[in-house]
């Protein structure tokens, strides 16, 4: 079975500074998607970046990327020029791979991280 | 994006009552929907993936007589809480899956007096 895990429950930043939020994860898997998912006040999880295993090159998404240690294990997010809107609860999630998807779409969330922007 | 769309976004309900929680895909079909649950300020846990046309599969932990899941139709499938008692109030969210990519609702939360 897989962990995910994320020993940062609460951090904050000023706005326009860089933040990183950590996550570990473990797993057996050789292929596997990562994720960070942010869920702000509203309670609805939204999609911040998405990172496949296979792929040496870290993930991008304006503002947000991240570093992603296949070896080590470790997938973390990059928040730049953070913004008040940022504030909310990160998720870092996994997700392994299986050739034609379907009802294997399971993601496993570590316990998650409060980042709160302040001005 | 995709729209995953949950009904209602609140409900109130007595110890002893059902309660029924929709999960659509407005502009997608989806043949496969997964429903979590989020206990406060917690991760989200994996209940149960419904699979349009079959049965659902639960995870380990999860009763299925309590939560029961239909998935009568490629876009929406419901989570029923059956004779709900207050160890139920949760957040309940529902995603599903579309060209790869997963997308939420907007959760519902049960509160169970």
């Known amino acids: 079975a897989q962990t995910v895990t994320q020993s940062q429950p609460e951090m904050s930043v000023q706005e326009a500074e860089t933040v990183t939020l950590s996550c570990t994860y473990d797993t057996s898997e050789n292929n596997y998607y990562l994720f960070w998912y942010k869920q702000p006040p509203s309670r609805q999880m939204i999609l911040v970046i998405r990172q496949e295993a296979y792929k040496q090159q870290n993930a991008t998404e304006n503002r947000f990327s991240v570093n992603f240690q296949k070896a080590a294990k470790s997938f973390s997010l990059k928040i730049s020029d953070s913004q008040l809107g940022d504030t909310a609860m990160y998720f870092c999630?996994?997700?392994?791979?299986?050739?034609?998807?379907?009802?294997?779409?399971?993601?496993?969330f570590g316990k998650g991280t409060l980042l709160t922007v302040n001005p | 994006g995709a729209v995953v769309s949950q009904h209602p976004s609140r409900v109130i309900c007595k110890s002893g009552t059902s309660v029924k929680i929709e999960c659509r895909s407005l502009?997608?079909?989806?043949?496969?929907m997964f429903w979590y649950r989020q206990f406060p300020k917690k991760s989200l846990m994996l209940m149960a993936t419904s699979n349009e046309g079959s049965k659902a599969t639960y995870e380990q932990g999860v009763e299925k007589d309590k939560f029961l899941i239909n998935h009568a139709s490629l876009t929406l499938s419901t989570l029923t809480v059956t004779s709900a008692h207050p160890e139920d109030s949760s957040f309940y969210i529902c995603?599903?899956?579309?060209?790869?990519?997963?997308?939420f609702g907007e959760g519902s939360r049960l509160t169970v007096l």
């Open positions: 995603s599903a899956r579309d060209s790869g990519e997963l997308f």
């Open positions: 502009d997608f079909q989806a043949t496969t």
């Open positions: 999630a996994f997700m392994k791979h299986v050739l034609g998807g379907g009802s294997n779409y399971k993601l496993t």
